[in-house]
């Protein structure tokens, strides 16, 4: 292993502290927002099987390929991979891929605090006991009043942004450890009450039905895709997070035994998010399938009328800032490592002119709630006739940014670096685990994506 390579931003304290930074990015929106309402909408049971099969095959020998390459180089994700390319023989233009992925972390995250922002703005609301007895409509009314008022939505982006900067300035060990290893556990102690208030008030059988009980009649091809698509968001891939913070990971360290427990932890979140979330729903029968609103509008009406609704609704708001906090920490560092290494940059200053960029750039996203909701900046192109600028930068980044440094990680990683690197880097001994590795890498995962890919941009129907 590549030992004799130092990160100058130090190490991880251990393999659990980098278990829980990597979980802590995984687990965010996408598995407590996301993966509940795109359950909902393909309709359940059949729909989580093939999102485990994605998480599984697809999910964990990225997630592996992409720890490797940051620990291989312990330097931040563009010149790890020119560092990783040179070693190769290949050309160093493969730092771009680098490039990409810090790029798409970084306007994944101008939109991210905004919804953080959302999360943050509840707690407040459901604790002020808002939700009591609150129609469908006034629940809808209170929402789309907070979205509307830019001033507002500002200072809630504003304020995530100034936190997530704060915690990344204080650094790997005590700015991302010490917050992680603070946030997930609170994480779990809330998300474990959460599961029993709805085994207790809610129609639990109803939901645990709803989500293991497949029905392959309701499973499309387009439902396959999207779980796919779903796996490398909610597993922060293809972004440079991995890359970033596999630089911090100590060399003895297993990549494939810490892969898949992160792998787990965030599907076991995901899932337990979804046994918190659908027995509320149809103890009212509310719409499970109601989409993207689900969390902010469907979600209070059953808070609203439930026992001590606004203790567990309050809870529920946290638990899912906390979540999307220990995100938006991972998608800020890799622009901040990238800054410090390639710049010289100390990494307060680092912090700042990210942190003050970003927020420059959030403001069009912000504003498209509002103000600026006509504006529809590619509307000459099929598919973003109605698109705004948020939903054009969300589509953009998680549609087309990330599959493509997805394939480019694949195509890198298994058939540009030497076999010789990456089974030393990994250090499983070329047994039948690197070997199927290494398959998956070399076939399953460019090809799928590759699908997905054509399906989203239209050439490929189903
Ligand atoms: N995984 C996070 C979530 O599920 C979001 C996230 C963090 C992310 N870092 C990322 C998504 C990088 C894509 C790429 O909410």
């Known amino acids: 292993m590549a030992d004799q390579r130092q990160s100058v931003h130090g190490f991880w304290k251990g393999r659990f502290a980098f278990f829980l930074a990597a979980t802590g990015s995984a687990v965010g929106l996408g598995s407590i927002w996301k993966f509940p309402y795109i359950t909902g909408e393909n309709g359940g049971g059949a729909f989580v099987l093939v999102y485990l099969l994605c998480i599984a095959f697809v999910g964990v020998p990225v997630m592996m390929a992409e720890v490797l390459m940051g620990r291989r180089a312990r330097q931040n994700p563009v010149t790890a991979v020119g560092t990783l390319a040179r070693e190769a023989g290949a050309t160093t233009r493969w730092a771009g891929m680098g490039l990409l992925g810090i790029a798409t972390s970084y306007v994944i995250l101008t939109y991210y605090v905004g919804v953080t922002g959302w999360a943050f703005a509840y707690i407040f609301r459901a604790g002020s006991g808002a939700f009591l007895g609150a129609s469908p409509e006034k629940v809808s009314s209170d929402f789309g009043a907070l979205l509307g008022d830019w001033k507002v939505l500002l200072g809630w982006s504003t304020l995530m942004l100034a936190f997530t900067g704060a915690t990344v300035m204080g650094g790997v060990q005590k700015g991302i450890e010490r917050a992680v290893t603070v946030l997930m556990p609170g994480l779990l102690v809330i998300l474990l009450l959460l599961v029993g208030y709805s085994m207790a008030e809610g129609a639990f059988m109803e939901g645990v039905r709803f989500m293991f009980a497949p029905d392959f009649s309701k499973l499309t091809a387009s439902g396959v895709l999207v779980a796919l698509g779903h796996a490398f968001f909610t597993l922060s891939l293809a972004s440079g997070v991995m890359v970033a913070y596999g630089a911090y990971v100590p060399a003895e360290t297993s990549i494939f035994k810490t892969a898949v427990a992160v792998v787990a932890a965030d599907t076991v979140v995901s899932l337990l998010a979804g046994l ?28 609203g009328a439930m026992p001590y609704g606004t203790f567990f609704g309050t809870l529920f708001f946290v638990m899912l800032f906390v979540a999307a906090f220990g995100s938006a920490i991972s998608l800020l560092e890799p622009t901040v490592a990238t800054l410090v290494e390639k710049f010289k940059l100390t990494r307060t200053r680092a912090v700042v002119y990210s942190v003050l960029v970003a927020w420059a750039i959030s403001i069009p996203s912000v504003l498209s709630f509002n103000a600026w909701s006509g504006i529809h900046p590619f509307s000459g192109v099929p598919g973003f006739e109605d698109k ?38 990994l250090g499983l001994g070329d047994g039948a685990t690197y070997r199927t590795w290494r398959f998956l890498m070399r076939y399953i995962v460019p090809l799928s994506i590759l699908a997905v890919f054509l399906n989203l941009i239209g050439v490929l129907t189903f």
């Open 276 to 303: 918190a979330i659908f027995p509320l729903v149809f103890q009212y029968n509310l719409e499970p399938g109601a989409g993207p609103s689900l969390i902010f509008q469907t979600l209070p009406i059953a808070f």
């Open 388 to 425: 705004t600028i948020y939903d054009t930068i969300d589509y953009v980044t998680a549609n087309v940014l990330l599959p493509i440094s997805g394939l480019l990680i694949a195509i890198f990683c298994a058939w540009v670096m030497k076999r010789e690197a990456t089974c030393d880097e």
